[in-house]
Nanobody, 117 residues
Framework: VQLEESGGGSVQAGGSLRLSCTTS????????ISWFRQAPGKERQWVGD???SYADFAKGRFTIFKNDAENSLYLQMNSLNLEDTAMYYC????????????????WGKGTLVTISP
């Protein structure tokens, strides 16, 4: 199972970024793909997943959407603030979704998001 993230970078507070996670057709069709993030010195944190569920901090600012033709899951992040600085990962779990990072069977390498004042 391969997952590849892209789209990270540096942006000023208040700005936006769009991350993408691309995988194979089999994984896209049979796994729940989720977004997680991990800030320096902190535990990995669930952001949301392809079922349309979001962590509280993400509601109203982040949107997850799919492109079936590209086997991709996107994370659109708006109104970014300093606390959003983290490595962002997509992860996959067979058949069902979970907000617990310990339940994820497969991970991408991550893409770094840095928010500056």
């Amino acid at each position: 199972v391969q997952l590849e993230e892209s789209g990270g970078g540096s942006v000023q507070a208040g700005g936006s970024l769009r991350l993408s996670c691309t995988t194979s057709t089999y994984v896209y069709m049979n796994y729940c793909i989720s977004w997680f993030r991990q800030a320096p010195g902190k535990e990995r944190q669930w952001v949301g997943d392809g079922s349309g569920s979001y962590a509280d901090f993400a509601k109203g600012r982040f949107t997850i959407f799919k492109n079936d033709a590209e086997n991709s899951l996107y994370l659109q992040m708006n109104s970014l603030n300093l606390e959003d600085t983290a490595m962002y990962y997509c992860a996959a779990r067979f058949r069902s979704c979970s907000g617990n990072y310990r339940d994820m069977g497969h991970w991408g390498k991550g893409t770094l998001v840095t928010i500056s004042p």
